[in-house]
């Protein structure tokens, strides 16, 4: 059975460890339907083989790391899409795939769990209290913040007995708060809290925002406003340094980087290495806006290619970056790049407090 401890000392050793890739996009290019609502959360009940060979064949390109399958499994986006009385039966099943992938692939060498928790909420209507919206708009900010705190609580739980390695608290966008939130449910059960940052450019060309950016409008879901009068109040312009600053009292782990484009995500780093001196991690996304188009043109490639990716990860590590992955649209195929082509160590590791 694999033990975080042994990961950390692994990383206390400065050795460099792979994350596996995309989750939802990869599971949508395996045939798996997206909900509009909670995405790829209820793939966990409908198509349980299929998360489960997913997490085989990261586990076979070489990530070190599989990521469960628990995107949008929080109760209020199961609710809306119609799964709420599968809420521990989802997220258990998520937990179960991997360890079952693991057990069948991962037969050399140890690969840990990490338990996703994200905030994709449904927008909650003022008038009649009813949950409604796509999977690309509102999160955390459109509850309550005692209300979110005790979904990501029930999560936390479920995903801890369910016998995850670590946490990986992920897809806040600027919504720090509910960053904070998450974090905190996660390091309530005693287990390890990575936490992972959207990041972007802003216009001026040196400021780090938390947000994908201006110009990644996404295409498809539900069109469903981004904010009304009833939300927690979101700072917009929070830069990724006041998030960090934010977080970092809280003892995570690990901080990072994921779901910003490769030159936002290296821009990014400089930041999260310059405000954070333990571990740090990045997994970029492939920078496309069709995310939640149901049917992909799969004939549309990805504008960063495998070689380019793993060019740019390179000096990723050489600045320290310890644990490197993918995002959504970055499959198998750059998982599998990057293991061969990344070093096995590095010089200087960066150690947690």
């Not at 919206?133 to 005790?150: M, N």
Request: proline fraction near 5%.
């Amino acid at each position: 059975m694999a033990s975080y401890q042994n990961l950390k000392n692994r990383m206390d050793n400065g050795d460099v460890i792979i994350l596996d890739g995309a989750v939802g996009t990869e599971l949508q290019a395996m045939g798996v339907p997206m909900h509009p609502i909670s995405w790829c959360a209820p793939g966990n009940y409908t198509h349980t083989a299929t998360v489960r060979l997913m997490h085989e064949r990261y586990i076979r390109a070489g990530a070190d790391i599989i990521t469960t399958n628990s995107f949008n499994g929080i109760r209020p986006a199961l609710e809306a899409s119609g799964y709420g009385e599968l809420v521990r039966e989802i997220n258990t099943r998520s937990v179960d795939a991997a360890i079952e992938a693991r057990n069948r692939a991962a037969v050399d060498r140890e690969v840990y769990i990490a338990g996703s928790i994200s905030c994709r909420i449904p927008i909650r209507d003022g008038n009649t209290g009813a949950l409604s919206g796509g999977t690309g708009h509102g999160y955390g900010a459109s509850i309550p913040a005692d209300e979110l705190r005790a979904y990501t609580d029930e999560q936390a739980d479920i995903l801890a007995e369910s016998g995850i390695d670590l946490f990986l608290i992920e897809q806040m966008w600027a919504d720090n708060e509910s960053r904070v939130i998450a974090t905190e449910s996660a390091k309530a059960t005693g287990l390890p809290v990575w936490v992972a940052f959207t990041a972007s450019t802003a216009a001026d060309g040196r400021t780090i925002k938390l947000d994908v950016g201006a110009d990644r409008g996404y295409v498809g879901g539900k069109k469903q406003p981004l904010w009304t009068s009833n939300w927690r109040t979101v700072d917009y312009d929070m830069t990724l340094a006041a998030g960090i600053a934010e977080i970092a009292p809280l003892e995570p782990d690990v901080i990072g980087v994921f779901h910003a484009t490769a030159s936002d995500t290296t821009a990014a780093l400089k930041v999260v290495h310059d405000q954070w001196s333990g571990p740090v991690v990045a997994y970029p996304d492939a920078g496309r806006t069709d995310y939640l188009v149901t049917w992909q043109d799969r004939g549309v490639p990805n504008e960063v290619g495998v070689a380019a990716l793993t060019q740019e990860a390179a000096k990723w590590v050489e600045m320290g970056t310890q644990v490197i992955g993918t995002c959504c649209g970055f499959g198998v195929e750059y998982i599998r790049a990057l293991s061969d082509s990344m070093p096995p160590r590095l010089t200087s590791p960066r150690k947690a407090a």
